[in-house]
DNA sequence: CACTTAATGTGACATTTGTTACAGACGCTC
DNA sequence: GAGCGTCTGTAACAAATGTCACATTAAGTG
């Protein structure tokens, strides 16, 4: 069995028995940093486990804006993928690897199965949605009740929370995007940031202070 | 068997024997249009299922501030509740009714039985999920996406879907909260939308047109 | 009807966010 | 280091939203 999901599997309290099942069915799924793992055009009948690296789930409307919902770390699962495929809905969200991920892609079919025969993995799923739902409440706090220049910081505390790491490698362009602004505008809260002394700003990366 | 239940479980799909516990096993609730049914602080084990009336979802923050996320109409149930109640969580958001309503209360420790022994009631779960997860993208695609004069439209015709009347009766002020603005601001767009002739207004009331 | 209270209307101004235009800085390649 | 493309900084202005003050209006009550 693959190392990782071993160690996954294990990690999330699963039956042996469907720890077993799980390894046998599924595939393992590399992925590079910037591609789209699920799509609203993607039809696939697969739900990914992340096993390494790191996912982020974006909302998109119809003229192509973009924001920002939630990373998916190790562990975790897509819990939206779940009922779209259950349900077989189109999906009205994007996810895409924010880093090299490596992913373990389970086909739909055997979830309702599961679902009954193992209490364990009706845990795993009601986790996974409750976790998703703090998510997007989350999402919905910052938005509402933050202005831009708090909710820039929370971006960046929460990026770097997902990557373990205090050095963000992306462009104000790019962050704009994803808090679904302008470049102008982040460029010019991060340069508030950098006076209050809580970052420092080089090309194309911000260290978190 | 109430009737309202009788008629709420058939629409369900769920399984006849299924029906029976849930119908044996919950009690009836009446509450006032206005009053508080879930609360951030209330730890009740059961989860609402709703007959008759409408109830809103709405999110706090921890200054008190608020805003308002999807309505539960009849026929359907609170996800987030389910979840809360089967990890024990604390719940992040209220539910109140928004107008009179009539509840069926399931108490939660059958739930993962249910889960595990019907496949209708997997369905319905599921189902319950997946538009909660509909209805909260919904709400952020408004708050992101929308510029407030649209989102305030939205609402209104929203509240006119699901209460089924074109008359609103709600003031500024509460309208404000809501969408976590002003009354001013509320005030002034909707002066904005009657000179459109998409509204009407009167003291305590507006009329979609 | 006169009075009271709550709801709504509106002007004036502050703050936040968005937009446009352009300048300067950085990193890369030749 | 000259040339190039991208990224970042910044001024100037526009638009959206928030805030305060106060006027006006509608409905209910005695």
Same mark, same amino acid.
């Given at each position: 069995?693959?190392?990782?999901?071993?160690?996954?599997?294990?990690?999330?309290?699963?039956?042996?028995?469907?720890?077993?099942?799980?390894?046998?069915?599924?595939?393992?799924?590399?992925?590079?940093?910037?591609?789209?793992?699920?799509?609203? @055009?993607?039809?696939?009948?697969?739900?990914?486990?992340?096993?390494?690296?790191?996912?982020?789930?974006?909302?998109?409307?119809?003229?192509?804006?973009?924001?920002?919902?939630?990373?998916?770390?190790?562990?975790?699962?897509?819990?939206?993928?779940?009922?779209?495929?259950? %349900?077989?809905?189109?999906?009205?969200?994007?996810?895409?690897?924010?880093?090299?991920?490596?992913?373990?892609? @389970?086909?739909?079919?055997?979830?309702?199965?599961?679902?009954?025969?193992?209490?364990?993995?009706?845990?795993?799923?009601?986790?996974?949605?409750?976790?998703?739902?703090?998510?997007?409440?989350?999402?919905?706090?910052?938005?509402?009740?933050?202005?831009?220049?708090?909710?820039?910081?929370?971006?960046?505390?929460?990026?770097?929370?997902?990557?373990?790491?205090? @050095?963000?490698?992306?462009?104000?362009?790019?962050?704009?995007? %994803?808090?679904?602004?302008?470049?102008?505008?982040?460029?010019?809260?991060?340069?508030?940031?950098?006076?209050?002394?809580?970052? %420092?700003?080089?090309?194309?990366?911000?260290?978190?202070?």
């Amino acid at each position: 069995m693959h190392e990782a999901l071993q160690k996954v599997l294990n990690n999330s309290q699963l039956d042996p028995a469907l720890s077993i099942e799980i390894a046998t069915i599924g595939r393992l799924k590399k992925v590079k940093a910037g591609s789209v793992v699920i799509s609203p @055009v993607s039809d696939s009948m697969e739900i990914p486990i992340v096993l390494d690296g790191l996912l982020k789930v974006m909302r998109e409307d119809t003229n192509g804006n973009e924001v920002f919902l939630y990373f998916l770390e190790g562990g975790e699962t897509c819990a939206m993928s779940i009922t779209c495929c259950i %349900e077989g809905r189109k999906k009205a969200f994007k996810v895409m690897a924010e880093e090299d991920a490596v992913l373990w892609m @389970v086909p739909m079919n055997q979830i309702d199965n599961w679902v009954a025969k193992y209490q364990s993995f009706r845990k795993f799923v009601f986790d996974a949605y409750q976790t998703r739902f703090d998510e997007l409440l989350n999402a919905i706090d910052s938005v509402v009740f933050l202005k831009m220049d708090q909710r820039l910081y929370k971006y960046l505390l929460d990026k770097k929370q997902a990557s373990g790491s205090y @050095v963000i490698h992306k462009t104000h362009e790019q962050i704009a995007n %994803e808090l679904n602004t302008s470049r102008v505008v982040v460029s010019r809260l991060l340069k508030q940031l950098e006076h209050e002394d809580k970052i %420092e700003q080089h090309r194309n990366r911000i260290e978190i202070l």
